[in-house]
C-alpha cells in the first residue's frame, strides 16, 4: 500500500497553476528524489504532501494514520524567541527526555541538547531538525532542500545518515535538492519536475532522458558532468515534448 | 466592608489583573513581530469608546469589537497590494482619527478622553475589576490551551501544518487575545500605552530568558512589578499613574540590558 498516492493533482500558489496532471506515489521504504529548476513547483508539490496546500483538482491520499517527519528548507528562528534543542524537541508534542536524546543521537547530533537553537551552526541545526523530523518514528521523512547553505562534505556526510537512518528504520524517504549528482545517487527514484512531471525513474534512466536534459542539461556542466560521462547514451521514452529554456532562469 | 472598597488595592488589582495578560501575549508579539499591530489595534479602539458612549453600551463590549474587527480586517487585507505596516498605519490612524471625531459628537456628555488616551486606574470599580480580571482570564485560558501550537505556528508555518496545525488558526487565537487584552487594558493605562505593557515586559524579560516559558514568566514579573511600582511611585511622587507603569518597565528594561551587557559575553 503506497504511504501517499496523489492522483491527477493540480496545485495552485496565490491564485496561478503551478503544478498539473501529477500524478504521484511512494512506497514504505523508498527513496524519492524530487529535482527540478528554481520555480518549477517542487515545494509546492511538497506542501501539497504534508497538507499545507489543498489541491485545486484532483486528490491526494495519505494512508491511515501516515506518520510523517518533516524536515523544512530553513527554519528562521526569530532571536528574540529563546529556544533550546531540548525545548524544540518537544514541540508540538511533549517528549520524553530519553526519546529526546536517542533522536538527537540517531540524527548525530547528541551533544547538542542543551545549546540555544539560535547558536547552532547550518549543519548543527539540520541535524537537529532531522531528529525532530524523527521523533514520531515516522513511515515517511521529508526533506526540503535540506542541505541549503552546507558545504559539500557537510552535506554528504547528512545524506549518509539519512541512508544509515533508512536502513535501521525502515522508513520511506522523499527529497527535494539542487545538489543532484549526490542525492541521485542515493535515490531508488528520482522525479523530474518542471510544472508537472516531466520524467521519472531510477537515477541513471531519469540523468539521461532528453527532458532532463533539456532542463538542465546546459548551464549547470559542474553538478552535471558526472552524469554526462557516465551515461552517454539517450532513451526515446520520455514524456515527448520540449521545453522552455527560459524557465531555467525562471526565479 | 471589604478591601475592595479602597481605590488604591482596586488599582493594585487591576493593573495586576491586566499585567499579568499581557506579559505572555506581549511575548508573542515579540516573537511574531506584531508590535506595530498591537500599537494599532489599541489606538483604533478609541473609535469603539466613540461607539459605545454613542450607542449607550458599555464601553468594554464596544472597545472589543472595535478592536477585532480592526485585527480581522487587516489579517484579512494584509498581501492584496499593500504591506502590513501600511495597512495597518492606514486603518489604526485613521479609526483614531474617526474615533475622535466621533467622540465630539456624543451629546450632552463632555467625557474625558484623556482617561481614554491614557488610562484612570484611580478610578477602577468593582465592576471594572470583574471585567479585568475575566478578560485577562480569557486570555491566560487561551494562550495556555494553545500554547504548543501557538510556538510551533510562531515557530515555522510548515512546521506547523506538518503536525496538523492550522497556522491561520492560531494567529487568530492570537488576535482574539490581543482584542481582549486591549479591551481589559483601556481603563488602565489608556489606548495609547497598551502595547508598552505588551512589549516592553516581553523585551525586558529576553536576556536572561533560555525557553519560551521562561522568558513568559519572567515577563509576568516584569509587568507585575511595574504595575503594583508604577501604582506606588505615582500615589507617593503625585505622577499620572499608566504613565508611571510604563515608566518603570522602560527602566526595567534599561537595567535588564545593562545587566546581560556586564555579565554577559
Known amino acids: 500500500m503506497s504511504l501517499i498516492e496523489i492522483r491527477q493533482a493540480a496545485f495552485r500558489h496565490s491564485g496561478s497553476p503551478v503544478l498539473t496532471n501529477v500524478d504521484f506515489r511512494i512506497d514504505s521504504g523508498e527513496i524519492v528524489t524530487v529535482v527540478g529548476p528554481n520555480g518549477s513547483g517542487k515545494s509546492t508539490l511538497l506542501r501539497g504532501i504534508i497538507g499545507a496546500l489543498s489541491p485545486s483538482q484532483g486528490s491526494v491520499v495519505r494512508a491511515e494514520g501516515l506518520r510523517i517527519g518533516y524536515v523544512p528548507q530553513k527554519l528562521h528562528i526569530d532571536p528574540t524567541l529563546p529556544m533550546t534543542v531540548r525545548r524544540f524537541l518537544s514541540l508540538p508534542e511533549k517528549v520524553a527526555d530519553d526519546v529526546a536524546e536517542q533522536a538527537l543521537e540517531r540524527a548525530g547530533a547528541g551533544k547538542l541538547i542543551d545549546r540555544q537553537m539560535a547558536g547552532l551552526s547550518g549543519g548543527q541545526f539540520q541535524r537537529v531538525l532531522l531528529a525532530r523530523a524523527l521523533l514520531s518514528d515516522p513511515q515517511l521523512l521529508i526533506l526540503d532542500e535540506a542541505t541549503q547553505g552546507l558545504d559539500q562534505p557537510g552535506s554528504a556526510a547528512f545524506y549518509r545518515q539519512i541512508e544509515d537512518l533508512r536502513r535501521s528504520m525502515g522508513c520511506a524517504v522523499l527529497m527535494v535538492s539542487h545538489e543532484l549528482h549526490v542525492v541521485m545517487a542515493a535515490s531508488d527514484r528520482v522525479i523530474c519536475l518542471n510544472g508537472h512531471i516531466c520524467c521519472e525513474g531510477a537515477p541513471e534512466h531519469v540523468a539521461s532522458a532528453p527532458e532532463y536534459r533539456a532542463l538542465f542539461g546546459s548551464g549547470t556542466q559542474g553538478a552535471l558532468a558526472l552524469y554526462r560521462h557516465e551515461h552517454n547514451h539517450t532513451h526515446g521514452d520520455g514524456c515527448g515534448h520540449e521545453h522552455d529554456r527560459q524557465t531555467e532562469a525562471a526565479p | ?265
Open chain 2, 1 to 265: 466592608m471589604s478591601f475592595l472598597d479602597d481605590f488604591l488595592v482596586r488599582a493594585a488589582l487591576a493593573g495586576l489583573g491586566v499585567a499579568l495578560a499581557a506579559a505572555p501575549l506581549g511575548c508573542f508579539v515579540v516573537w511574531r513581530r506584531m508590535a506595530y499591530f498591537g500599537d494599532a489595534t489599541a489606538h483604533a479602539s478609541i473609535l469603539g469608546v466613540a461607539l459605545a458612549l454613542a450607542l449607550d453600551l458599555p464601553v468594554f463590549g464596544g472597545v472589543l469589537l472595535v478592536a477585532l474587527l480592526m485585527a480581522v480586517t487587516v489579517s484579512a487585507v494584509t498581501g492584496r497590494g499593500y504591506g502590513m505596516d501600511t495597512m495597518l498605519g492606514v486603518m489604526a490612524h485613521s479609526a483614531l482619527a474617526f474615533g475622535l471625531v466621533a467622540v465630539s459628537f456624543v451629546p450632552g456628555v463632555r467625557i474625558d478622553l484623556m482617561a481614554y488616551l491614557f488610562g484612570d486606574i484611580l478610578a477602577v470599580s468593582k465592576y471594572d475589576l470583574m471585567v479585568i480580571w475575566g478578560g485577562s482570564a480569557m486570555v491566560l485560558g487561551l494562550l495556555w490551551w494553545r500554547w504548543n501550537a501557538l510556538l510551533t505556528a510562531t515557530l515555522n508555518p510548515d512546521l506547523a501544518y506538518a503536525a496538523g496545525i492550522d497556522p491561520r488558526r492560531e494567529q487568530l487565537v492570537l488576535t482574539l487575545a490581543l482584542a481582549l487584552v486591549v479591551a481589559v487594558a483601556i481603563k488602565v493605562v489608556g489606548v495609547l500605552l497598551i502595547a508598552a505593557m505588551l512589549i516592553i515586559p516581553a523585551a525586558t524579560a529576553r536576556p536572561f530568558a533560555s525557553t519560551p516559558e521562561r522568558m513568559t514568566l519572567a515577563a509576568g514579573a516584569v509587568g507585575g512589578v511595574s504595575a503594583l511600582g508604577g501604582l506606588q511611585i505615582s500615589f507617593s511622587a503625585d505622577l499620572p499613574t499608566g504613565p508611571a507603569i510604563v515608566c518603570l518597565a522602560a527602566v526595567l528594561f534599561v537595567l535588564s540590558n545593562l545587566g546581560k551587557a556586564l555579565i554577559g559575553r
